[in-house]
């Protein structure tokens, strides 16, 4: 239980006090009602003596008692009624309410912290109100009157006769049986006769003289002469005198008791009929009934006659509400109270009631102890009970068992007053009065037990209850307290007895008593067994206890608490205590919330929601429901409904208090802030038909790292090149759409009339559908003047004029259960300056289902669209976006900071020229190296002139715009008839099989030195592209190499012709998938021809061979391929001829078939091979077909450049410089340059191709570049193989630097050597045995430095198998030449040769050592690869 102001000690003896009546004539009510007091009020704040009082018990011991007080009251005939009662407690209730700005004690038990408060004024004004408003019962004289103070007035006319008739008025009350009420405790009630004197106003000596005449008639003991009104109530204003009743009214007004200054009150006739009920009118008024004074009155608590009965008071209906109780409150508060007594006369009132008590009330009291102790006595050894046999004596007679029986009602027996056991019941209440509890004990004890044997129930328990109570006070604690007394008392008087009051009684003694002695847990357990249906505020009052019982426990119980709490609330809600019932559940919900326990939550939230609504506290009722929405709610769809219908009504209604208030935050749907995305720019229009638009950037694309940082690295390698090669400091990457990948740590661009579209990412957390409504973006804006100064102009909702920022409102957005959904809403910019984009606003509503809120139908008239909505409010959400974690300086790695985010905050810029693209004819799969010929149309759709357009690309092999001699090479009319993308030229088909040559310069084709091959300008005609216009240009592809699917990005960068500050230039981006399919492979491989002279007489024939194999598998529906024309293409060298090997001229393969090739190659002419710095390269084609491929012009040249390029820009292996001498790698290039040969082909080919029995030709090409002689080069790439995987190694390789040595390849290209002799040679060998014959052996030195040679004709090997090779043959005259050849010198030796017998020899024996002639070492070239030599010497 809550702690109280009073302790047990207190509180028992203070509810439990002698009751005195008070009668006064008309006279003296008068003079007491000057102070706006009736006489009973008078007294009631001197009604406790300041001093001990001794009195003597029956045994003459000296019995102290301590802190008396006893109660005085007018004298009022009827009982009160049930529902006065009822009515009164719930009006001390809801009129206690805990103070504004209490400080609540914090407990914390386990995890919880919880602010409670300690105390509950309100059930301790209930308490106190319940046991003072108690009725008097038969079975108890506890509160039955013990003496009866007679006042009259000394300005009365006869004053003693007064007395004498106010004397019998009291008796006429006590004795005649039509007055069953009030109660008297013995038949001759104490008579204490009051003189009450106007000292202000009466005469002094006679009223001293009367009550002489009193003392004389009724002794000194029994009269006294009470002074008041010392001074006129007109003075009250000069000096402040405290005013001591006001505590006592404050109550009073609540409760109208004894109370009669405000309201008419209602008086009884003599006769007691409530026909002559009659109101007073004024305060002094008074008005007589049969000429009688209106001494006693109705009881207050009396209902209106017109009120009914038997209306249930716990119903809300009949509360009063706590409105009109302060005004009742005010109304006392403005009277001042005694206004016409001084200090003095509190003191005398003070000094009478302390008179009364010792000379008169406690004397009268002691009497009477002894009168009934001796009665009890006198017989008490006459039988086994005290009573049992003097039963006879007291009732006359013996009464008959059957009369017992037929007394007999549901709670047992019922006495006469005069029974005996009565009596000893009457001796422990006075016993008890006074404070002497062992006695008293006694008695009570004595007592239960004679009632018990009589079965009467209702006076057992009434002893039970009182024996328990004076068990517990007994000084000095003999006896442990007797908690099953006061178990029993409840039980018999709730089950048997059927009365709750008395039942509460015992509850409300018994828990605090066991709350004294820390027993909580059995006070809880008492409190929670009597609540019951029968009355919601008892039990919601119980309940509230027992709950702080839970948590005062040593180990408090928080749980019980809060369940209790809520119980308590639920019940003061069914009382009709509205405040009451929202504390409890806001009491309770500390221990639920944050818990896990949703639905508890919920549930305690909903009730918070409605109780706060109904006291018309919105703002808590709309955060309620808010957080009932918000959670992730476990609910049943149908409950969520209703509670957001709640939400929107008790929203609506706050929302209508104050229409022009700002526009408050919805909590649904929820709002994920950090996934808002900002497009800049208007949105991709659709393909249309062969148009493709360029695909840009758009909010339906998914955001990828690796593509965005492809798309920055593009954009930077071109503002490279229109800045010479640096990116300028002030660069950042052009950002169309951001998101919370992106960098928003700038203030984003964006241009004037074009739109800025928000994405907002709504979820709906409910199983109901949501419906948005006119939903729209909510935004601020600084225009900025042409004069530069800035005024701003805020714009919360765009009602007004859109002339600044035109704003999209989407009529209807229905979000469907627990969905995730975005919505992208649009601004227009009119207007540069500072944009700042605040939030979204919008109709929040639900969809018309089935069911409807308690009695709240659908609004009628309130919306036209597709859903039917149930109701709506208006409201916004704020956009607010974290930004990213700093963690760059110590100080932010060790604090947690976040940067700025502000991609919603966009500067809006003047005007820039805006560019769409479109593709017309683009393929989306092609065969690898296939050209196919598109077009593209650059339109500007802004207002401002563009410029320096350029395209940038990773793969710059892939598509073409034509070089600058394109215009110049005529189109041959089978060329255009067959839609070819090449130029061609009929040829003459006897010039087929040797080359026609033709040069071009790469510098034409945009890949000249230094040149950037990825950044392609576009050839605007004009360079300039002015608002509105378009053009379409040629655009040629080539598939690529690798089969698979490709996405090939493409940036268009352009300017605008008037610089601009912020925006220096503008992109676009396009990416296009292509999906290859395989077609031809090709290989080659280059050596040198053996015949050492060309027509010139130099050196250096080449010979070519060139594999081509189809390795199409025909999923593409290609028959056949034809090879139409191979080029070459080279700097140094050029196709002379065809060798083919076979007379076929037609090169057609089918799937699968392989062709092979065979050229012949010279170099150039010196007039044709430029300066090394020149880009000029010599094409030679040679034809297959009847029409020649010009394929210097574009676009083969064109790809033939890009896929050169592409080839340069891969990473050579080039040799690792270790050796220490510079020399030896000097020496070392020399002798690779020997081996290399820059020679490209070009293999073009027509593809048969059946499609939808069409047939088509496609056409295309193939690159293979050759670098070195010998070694096979393809036109493909090839895959590479894993390396094996290698064992590890523990141990660490020795460094030791192996000397460069050039591989024996290279060495073998050094020095070519040739053999001029005959095939066979004819000698007559029987004539002479010595066969002579002449060779010539040519050195041709292909470096291009002097190398120094020895030539030595020594055979090498000694072992027989070798001379079995080289047969017997030996070499006549010098063994041993040294040479020098200059660079590319060809020399010649004549040698002879001997044989001696006829065979085929191989004359290939002669080993060539050569040197540079700069360098020291030598190096062995013979020629191991050499071919064999071979001579036929016959015999003639």
């Known amino acids: 239980m809550a702690q109280c102001v009073q302790s047990v000690q207190e509180l028992i003896p203070d509810s439990f006090v002698p009751c005195v009546a008070a009668l006064c004539s008309d006279e003296a009510e008068r003079l007491t009602r000057l102070n706006h007091l009736s006489f009973a009020e008078l007294l009631k704040p001197f009604s406790r003596l300041t001093s001990e009082v001794h009195m003597r018990d029956p045994n003459n011991q000296l019995h102290i008692i301590k802190n008396l007080k006893i109660a005085v009251s007018n004298i009022i005939t009827q009982p009160p009624q049930p529902g006065a009662i009822r009515k009164l407690l719930n009006d001390v209730v809801s009129g206690s309410q805990p103070a504004e700005g209490l400080v609540a004690n914090v407990i914390t038990a386990g995890d919880y912290d919880l602010n409670i408060s300690a105390t509950t004024p309100w059930f301790e004004s209930y308490r106190e109100t319940f046991l003072q408003s108690m009725p008097a019962s038969d079975h108890e004289f506890l509160n039955h009157y013990l003496a009866c103070m007679l006042v009259a007035s000394s300005s009365e006319a006869e004053p003693v006769e007064q007395f004498s008739k106010l004397s019998q008025e009291q008796h006429r009350i006590q004795h005649n049986s039509d007055y069953s009420y009030p109660k008297w405790f013995i038949p001759n009630t104490l008579k204490y006769y009051v003189l009450l004197h106007d000292v202000s106003a009466g005469d002094e000596q006679r009223a001293e003289s009367i009550y002489e005449e009193m003392k004389q008639k009724y002794g000194t003991q029994g009269c006294y002469l ?34 009669y200054e405000d309201g008419p009150c209602t008086i009884t006739s003599n006769k007691n009929s409530d026909s002559n009920l009659l109101s007073l009118d004024g305060l002094d008024n008074e008005v007589k009934v049969d000429g009688l004074p209106n001494n006693f009155r109705a009881h207050p608590l009396q209902l209106d006659s017109s009120s009914d009965a038997s209306n249930s008071i716990d119903g809300p209906e009949h509360v009063k509400s706590a409105s009109s109780l302060h005004e009742t409150k005010k109304a006392n508060t403005g009277i001042i109270h005694g206004a016409c007594l001084t200090l003095t006369d509190h003191d005398r009132i003070r000094q009478f009631i302390q008179e009364f008590t010792f000379r008169g009330l406690l004397p009268h009291i002691e009497k009477t102890i002894r009168q009934l102790n001796d009665q009890l006595i006198s017989r008490k050894g006459l039988s086994r009970s005290l009573f049992s046999a003097t039963k006879k004596w007291f009732s006359g007679s013996k009464v008959p068992e059957k009369s017992i029986n037929e007394l007999k009602n549901t709670s047992g027996l019922l006495y006469p007053p005069e029974a005996p056991e009565l009596q000893i019941r009457k001796m422990a ?50 006896r442990p307290y007797p908690a099953h007394y006061m ?32 027993k909580y847990s059995e006070a809880a357990a008492l409190l929670i067994r009597l609540t019951s249906e029968d009355s919601d505020l008892r039990s919601a009052l119980l309940l509230e206890q027992a709950a702080h019982c839970f948590i005062n426990m040593k180990s408090p119980m928080v749980r019980k608490y809060a369940f209790h709490m809520i119980l308590a609330g639920h019940r003061f809600s069914k009382a009709g205590q509205k405040k009451h019932a929202l504390r409890c559940y806001c009491q309770a919900m500390q221990v639920y919330k944050g818990k896990g326990w949703s639905l508890a939550e919920d549930h305690i939230n909903f009730t918070i929601g409605r109780q706060s609504y109904t006291l018309r506290q919105l703002d808590n009722a709309v955060s309620a429901f808010r957080h009932i929405l918000i959670n992730e709610s476990k609910q049943s769809a149908a409950q969520q409904g209703a509670f957001l219908r709640e939400y929107l009504y008790v929203y609506k209604n ?36 062969e148009k493709q638009a360029a695909t840009h950037v758009s909010l339906d694309q998914e955001y990828d790292s690796e593509s965005s940082q492809q798309w920055r690295e593009l954009e930077e390698h071109v503002v490279a090149v229109v800045n010479r090669g640096v990116v300028p400091s002030s660069f950042h990457p052009t950002q169309y759409c951001l998101n919370s990948y992106s960098d928003n740590s700038r203030f984003p661009l964006a241009v004037v009339e074009e739109p800025v579209t928000v994405e907002v990412a709504f979820r709906n957390p409910l199983k109901v559908p949501l419906l948005l409504t006119d939903l729209s973006l909510l935004w601020k804006f600084q225009p900025k003047d042409i004069r ?125 020229p805006l560019l769409e693209v479109f593709f017309i004819h683009f393929p ?275 790809f033939f450049y890009r896929s050169l390029s592409s080839e340069l820009k891969k990473p050579q292996a080039q040799p690792s410089v270790l050796a220490e001498k510079q020399s030896v790698e000097d020496a070392v290039r020399l002798i690779q340059r020997c081996s290399e040969v820059d020679l490209n082909i070009v293999v073009l080919w027509k593809a048969y191709v059946v499609e939808d029995s069409k047939q088509l030709i496609l056409e295309g090409q193939h690159h293979v570049i050759l670098r070195t002689i010998g070694k096979e080069a393809f036109s493909c790439p090839q895959k590479q193989e894993p390396p094996e995987m290698e064992l590890l190694k523990f141990f660490r390789p020795e460094n030791t630097t192996v000397p460069i040595r050039p591989s024996v390849e290279q060495l073998s290209n050094l020095i070519k050597m040739s053999l001029h002799y005959p095939e066979s040679f004819n000698h007559p060998f029987h004539q002479k045995s010595l066969c002579l014959v002449p060779v010539t052996l040519l050195l041709s030195n292909c470096s291009k430095a002097d190398v120094d040679v020895i030539v030595d004709l020594r055979h090498k090997t000694t072992s027989p198998e070798a001379l079995e090779i080289h047969g017997s043959f030996t070499w006549l005259g010098q063994t041993q030449y040294k040479l020098q050849l200059k660079s590319q010198e060809i020399h010649s030796l004549q040698l002879k040769a001997c044989f001696v017998r006829t065979g085929v020899y191989n004359l290939g024996t002669p080993r060539v050592f050569a040197k540079l002639s700069d360098q020291v070492t030598v190096f062995d070239t013979s020629q191991q690869n050499s071919m064999p030599a071979l001579i036929i010497i016959n015999n003639v």
């Open 226 to 259: 009470l002074k008041i009104n010392s001074r006129t109530s007109n003075r009250a204003s000069d000096e402040q005198i405290p005013d001591p009743w006001s505590q006592y009214l404050q109550k009073n007004s609540i409760q109208i008791q004894d109370s």
């Open 429 to 478: 209440d006075l016993c008890f009065l006074v404070q002497h509890y062992d006695l008293a004990y006694s008695c009570y004890h004595t007592a239960k037990k004679d009632f018990l044997n009589d079965q009467a129930m209702l006076y057992a328990a009434g002893a039970l209850e009182m024996a328990a109570v004076s068990a517990f006070l007994q000084p000095g604690a003999p």
């Open 487 to 518: 178990d029993t008392a409840i039980q018999t008087y709730r089950d048997i007895c059927k009365n709750m009051v008395l039942a509460e009684r015992c509850v409300l003694l018994s828990a605090e008593i066991l709350k004294s002695q820390s």
């Open 654 to 689: 706050v929302s209508q208090l104050s229409p022009d208030g700002p526009l408050p935050q919805l909590p649904l749907p929820y709002i994920n802030s950090s996934a808002t995305r900002v497009f800049f720019g208007h949105d991709r229009r659709p393909a249309d038909g």
């Open 788 to 912: 530069g100064k800035d005024n701003e102009e805020v714009k919360e909702l765009v009602t007004g004029e859109p002339e600044m920022i035109g704003t999209e409102v989407i009529s209807e957005f229905l979000i469907n259960s627990e969905e995730s959904k975005v919505a992208r809403l649009k601004l227009f910019p009119h207007c540069i300056g500072e944009l700042h984009i605040l939030g979204v606003v919008y109709n929040l509503g639900t969809i018309q289902g089935c069911m409807t809120v308690d009695g709240i139908g659908s609004l009628p008239g309130c919306h036209t669209g597709k859903y039917s909505l149930s109701m709506s409010v208006r409201g916004r959400q704020d956009l607010e976006i974290q930004g990213p974690r700093l963690n760059n300086t110590k100080e932010e790695k060790t604090s947690i900071k976040y940067g700025p985010d502000r991609r919603l905050d966009p500067i809006i810029t003047e005007e820039m």
């Open 924 to 1198: 989306t799969g092609l065969l690898c190296g296939e050209i196919r010929k598109a077009y593209v149309e650059f339109v500007n759709v802004s207002k401002s002139p563009l410029t320096g357009l350029k395209v940038v690309s990773k793969r710059p092999e892939f598509f073409t715009f034509g070089g600058n001699t394109a215009v110049l090479t005529p189109l041959s009319p089978s060329a255009s008839e067959n839609c070819s993308a090449y130029k061609t030229v009929v040829t003459d088909s006897a010039a087929v099989c040797t080359a026609l040559v033709s040069s071009a310069s790469s510098v034409d084709f945009g890949i000249g030195i230094g040149s950037q091959p990825e950044v392609i300008p576009v050839p605007l005609p004009d360079t300039v592209l002015l608002p509105g216009a378009s053009v379409q240009l040629p655009m040629w592809l080539r598939g690529p190499d690798e089969e698979g699917v490709h996405e090939i990005n493409f940036l268009f960068y352009y300017e605008s012709v008037k610089k601009q500050p912020k925006i220096r230039h503008r992109i676009l981006r396009h990416t296009a998938v292509i999906c290859t399919s395989r077609s031809l492979n090709v290989r080659a491989t280059v050596c040198r021809s053996n015949s050492l002279e060309d027509e010139e007489g130099r050196g250096g024939n080449m010979l070519v061979f060139v594999d081509v194999e189809n390795t199409n598998t025909s999923e593409a529906g290609v028959k056949e391929f034809h090879i139409v024309q191979v080029s070459s293409s080279s700097k140094h060298w050029k196709f002379q001829k065809s060798v083919n090997l076979s007379e076929n001229k037609d090169a057609k393969l089918a799937s699968r078939e392989k062709g092979k090739f065979c050229f012949k190659a010279i170099r150039c002419k010196e007039k044709e091979v430029a300066t090394q710095s020149s880009e000029k390269y010599t094409f030679a084609d040679i034809i297959f077909g009847n029409e020649q491929i010009i394929s210097s012009a574009s676009p083969c040249a064109d």
